[in-house]
């Protein structure tokens, strides 16, 4: 029983150091993700990289989600293959950094992080304070969990199981190396795992050595991560994980088999306590990171030729024209129908990301090739809703079902708002750019900062509204409807910040007065078409209302309802 007790207690612990990890993960997300991007791309040389993924992993709690924005930056172009894997070996580094802090015993900390956490998350309405006080929560979370996994460990600590595994580990450092691995990749978190790790050295629960073949093993382990969750992405993108892996994997075994022949020929004395384990962790990393940005630029045409790009088909195509992925006269299954539908919607959204990515830059550049070539590709967005409308419509109901149609009628009205927002940025958010060129207006140092964050923000909504036309995730659809609203709330507080502005007598918010507020407007209800793709999902889950007003008014001429006093 006392084994059972054990282990339920670990998993429970376990489980709650995961979910605190991600509950912070995610509440810095939703706060700033949109800079990401800005940030990870914009750097000249690999130290600056480097140093970039260590503040990164710092503040998003995992060096794998370092590495999976680096990849996806990779994969649209954004981002070149050196100076993605220094971020990500920077970001390694960033995650022992993570450790070090939360080794120290902040149990006097955990009353002070619930209560401020939970007044901003509850009783605040601004997203970012709300997000604030998810994070603290998270990292009050990650304490409590750790002091469980401490609480847990004692009533076995002084039983013959667990000091007979520790021997054991301690012993076969090879089997301790490889236990490490597939804890940290069972629980997708090198930081969960290594904290677990120092924990159970810091308590005496295992010897020194076999924590240290454990965290290099976790080490090894959690370069798996970003590999194995970036399958389904481009070879381009998926070289910067299998970078990090054989380089993080080849120094791992190497440190595992000289530390240990150094420890047991008596080299060097062995050290003790969990505060050396911390020390051991951020040494690896830190000597990972000093010898592998020297050659992150020679390692790319290593990876090109062991990944290389596939070949291209030598059917003739129609240059400069997309390949729909529809066929009119093959349906196939249901489902292959739905597939289809999905892939070119997909490739609509590229389309839409293509014209909307550039169009704050061409207020400042006014460039009429930029111009022309953006609006050129609306052209190619009212093709694939040709190609779309023309599919369902053909869509032999009978055949395929009511709910399989719907479906099919539901995404060809997200293919209808996708086209509408591509009109919004070409007809609109274009014709706004060549005005600023003939008047060759300047917005305000703030106006233009507002309208930056607005446009990152949105752009992070489309990255979210293709996440959720793949998956059809309630989580994802339900945060995509509140970025929505969170636009809105963007736009009218940036709206009475002009407002303002022109009250002062701001000299430049005059003269983009009219261009600053359109933008604005155009803005919005770009986002608001991206956002369309989560109602369906919403609604299938009960969770979107038909309409916002209430079904029924009381007769106030027969006096008042039940229950309501004069």
């Known amino acids: 029983m006392a084994i059972v007790s054990f282990l339920i207690q670990l998993a429970g612990a376990t489980m709650l150091l995961l979910f605190a990890v991600r509950m912070v993960r995610t509440g810095i997300e939703r706060s700033y993700g949109a800079s990401f991007q800005r940030v990870m791309t914009g750097q000249r040389t690999f130290l600056q990289a480097s140093m970039v993924g260590v503040?990164?992993?710092?503040?998003?709690?995992?060096?794998?989600?370092?590495?999976?924005?680096?990849?996806?930056?990779?994969?649209?172009?954004?981002?070149?293959?050196?100076?993605?894997?220094a971020i990500v070996l920077g970001g390694d580094l960033g995650s022992a950094l993570i450790i070090q802090i939360l080794s120290f015993n902040l149990d006097w900390l955990v009353p002070v992080l619930l209560a401020v956490g939970g007044y901003l998350f509850v009783k605040t309405e601004a997203r970012k304070a709300r997000q604030m006080g998810r994070i603290l929560m998270g990292v009050a979370f990650i304490l409590i969990s750790l002091r469980f996994l401490r609480e847990a460990m004692d009533p076995i600590r002084d039983s013959a199981f667990l000091p007979a595994i520790a021997d054991y580990l301690a012993r076969d450092y090879i089997t301790a190396f490889l236990v490490g691995g597939a804890l940290a990749f069972v629980m997708h978190s090198s930081v969960a795992a290594i904290l677990m790790c120092v924990t159970l050295v810091q308590i005496g629960a295992i010897p020194f050595t076999a924590g240290l073949s454990l965290v290099l093993g976790a080490n090894f382990g959690s370069a798996f991560i970003p590999v194995w969750l970036s399958r389904g992405m481009d070879l381009k993108a998926r070289r910067i994980p299998f970078a990090n892996l054989a380089l993080r994997g080849s120094w791992a075994i190497a440190v595992l088999f000289g530390v240990n022949l150094a420890l047991r020929s008596g080299l060097v004395a062995t050290p003790e306590g969990g505060q050396m384990l911390v020390n051991a962790h951020l040494a690896f990393n830190a000597s990972l990171l000093l010898l592998a940005v020297p050659f992150c630029g020679r390692l790319q045409p290593l990876m090109e030729r062991l990944l290389p790009d596939p070949k291209s088909s030598s059917t003739p195509t129609q240059p400069g024209r997309p390949i729909s992925a529809l066929d009119l006269h093959d349906f196939g299954s249901p489902s292959q129908a739905l597939s289809s539908l999905k892939r070119e919607l997909l490739r609509m959204c590229?389309?839409?990301?293509?014209?909307?990515?550039?169009?704050?830059?061409?207020?400042?550049?006014?460039?009429?090739?930029?111009?022309?070539?953006?609006?050129?590709?609306?052209?190619?967005?009212?093709?694939?809703?040709?190609?779309?409308?023309?599919?369902?419509?053909?869509?032999?109901?009978?055949?395929?079902?009511?709910?399989?149609?719907?479906?099919?009628?539901?995404?060809?009205?997200?293919?209808?708002?996708?086209?509408?927002?591509?009109?919004?940025?070409?007809?609109?958010?274009?014709?706004?750019?060549?005005?600023?060129?003939?008047?060759?207006?300047?917005?305000?140092?703030?106006?233009?900062?507002?309208?930056?964050?607005?446009?990152?923000?949105?752009?992070?909504?489309?990255?979210?509204?293709?996440?959720?036309?793949?998956?059809?995730?309630?989580e994802s659809a339900r945060l995509l409807s509140l970025e929505k609203s969170e636009i809105k709330r963007v736009e009218r507080q940036s709206r009475k910040r002009h407002l303002r502005r022109l009250q002062h007598g701001t000299t430049e918010s005059f003269e983009t007065s009219d261009t600053h507020l359109e933008t604005l407007r155009a803005l919005r209800e770009f986002n608001s078409h991206i956002s369309a793709v989560a109602y369906p999902i919403l609604y299938r889950h009960g969770q979107l209302l038909e309409t916002r007003l209430i079904e029924e008014m009381p007769d106030m001429t027969e006096g008042e309802p039940d229950g309501v006093k004069g």
């Not at 990779?74 to 050196?82: D, E, I, K």
């Not at 419509?393 to 009978?398: D, G, L, N, R």
């Not at 591509?422 to 233009?448: H, I, P, Y």
Request: proline share 2%; with cysteine.
């Open 55 to 85: 503040v990164m992993a710092v503040i998003l709690q995992s060096s794998a989600a370092v590495a999976l924005l680096s990849s996806g930056f990779a994969s649209s172009g954004l981002l070149a293959f050196p100076a993605g894997l």
């Open 350 to 474: 590229d389309l839409i990301e293509t014209m909307f990515r550039p169009s704050l830059e061409l207020y400042r550049s006014g460039d009429r090739e930029q111009i022309q070539a953006v609006r050129s590709i609306d052209d190619d967005v009212n093709a694939c809703l040709s190609g779309i409308r023309a599919f369902v419509a053909a869509i032999p109901t009978k055949e395929f079902g009511k709910q399989n149609a719907k479906t099919a009628r539901d995404l060809m009205e997200y293919a209808i708002r996708l086209e509408t927002a591509g009109d919004v940025v070409a007809k609109r958010l274009t014709a706004l750019a060549e005005d600023m060129r003939k008047n060759e207006a300047v917005f305000s140092k703030e106006g233009w900062a507002e309208l930056v964050q607005m446009h990152e923000s949105i752009l992070a909504n489309l990255k979210l509204a293709t996440n959720v036309l793949i998956s059809d995730d309630l």
